[in-house]
């Protein structure tokens, strides 16, 4: 999938991908993509209830190898 923007939280824990990933889309004009890739075990319900609570779109979810990849578009 193609994406505009892509950020890298790996490492960090709950809150600090949701805020780095909120910092972002604010950044960024409506309908934008952006990839999230996350190792907090945390952000598999994290992402879906900020995708909901924020009006962005959460387009895809994915893990591999204990990577989380979320691609979100910009409300």
Do not use: Y
Request: net charge neutral; hydrophobic share 40%.
């Amino acid at each position: 999938m193609d994406v505009d923007h892509e950020i890298d939280v790996r490492g960090l824990n709950c809150p600090l991908p949701i805020l780095r990933t909120k910092k972002a889309l604010a950044g960024m004009e409506s309908g934008r993509t952006l990839r999230v890739l996350a190792t907090d075990p945390g952000a598999r319900q994290d992402f879906p209830a900020f995708a909901e609570q924020s009006g962005n779109v959460l387009l895809a979810q994915a893990e591999n190898q204990g990577v989380f990849e979320f691609v979100l578009r910009r409300r």
